[in-house]
């Protein structure tokens, strides 16, 4: 068997993915028209040539304006079914996947429309296809905490459906430590957490998300290895980090894939996962990740099973689910080295 297709079988989670950045390009167009949103790009070719970026902010300025495609409950179903499908063809068994409201309440789309939509959409696939998926709800850290909060209020009557919480947007000069009341709060209603640290800002603001925060997972996570106790600390008590290597090589967070640094931390004993973030924007899902990580780092079969037995076990699933995914994963790996 080839590499590519063993990847392709692995039963993989994506862990870090957003919606919103999950929107392929032909669909963009399509939902542009049918909610008459003008668009600077015509077709799917001229938008896909836009994707690129120098750094996070300028990936987000495009990605903020995507969302605006995004407007009733039928989009949100759309989308959310498009990349269940793309995950599924992928060998994702499970995903979690961010949304961030404050994009789509601030141009007065419901809440209703975006949490129905998607929610009907996680139970369609789990019927069609077997896969499951979690709902995070994400906030800007450029907004306030009382906005966060505000979201909060606003997804209760859903509680039930939302496995936890996440924040995302521009990370530089917005430390995880202006978001403490939030995350209490969260945690009080029973969701778990996780918030992106350490993609462009620094080591300490990973170290705030996990001591100030107290977070369940780290998403990218990337700078600890600039901070040793950091990464001892980390590594002891095993939080995961959910890790974009393509996100990080177009957001120019890396320079080059040989120089990403998953391979250290895998040999720092770093609970390190792969996945997609914004899998058209960034070039691949979950597979693409793993084989670009596998060619430029020199990942070797084992690495690879690890790095998604990883997932599996950071996932916010129930420990009967876990035990399934972890049985399904050695019965795959062992079939496929026979
Ligand atoms: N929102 C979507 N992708 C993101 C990323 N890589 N970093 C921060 N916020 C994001
Ligand atoms: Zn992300």
Redesign the pocket.
Known sequence: MDIETFVRGLPKTDLHM?L??SIEPELMIALAGRNSIPLRWDTADALRQAYQFDN?QS??EL?FEGCRVLVTQADFYDVTWAYLNRAHADGVVHAEM?I?PQSFTERDVPIEALLNGVLKAISDAQSAYGISAGLLI?VHRHRSEAEAIAVLDQIEPWQNHVVGIGM??A?RGNPPSRFANFYQMARERGLRTCV?AG?EGPAAYVREAIEVLAVDRID?GNACLDDPDLVVDLADRGIPLTV?PL?NLR?NVVTDMKWHPLRAMIDAGLNVTVNS??PPYFGGYVTENLLACHEALDLSIEDIILLVRNGINAAFIAPGERSRLLAKLTNYAGAAVR
Request: charged share 25%; proline share 0%.
């Open positions: 957003h919103e950045g996070l990936f987000l990605y961010f961030g994400s995302g947007g990370e992106h993609e990218h974009c996100s957001l973030d914004d």
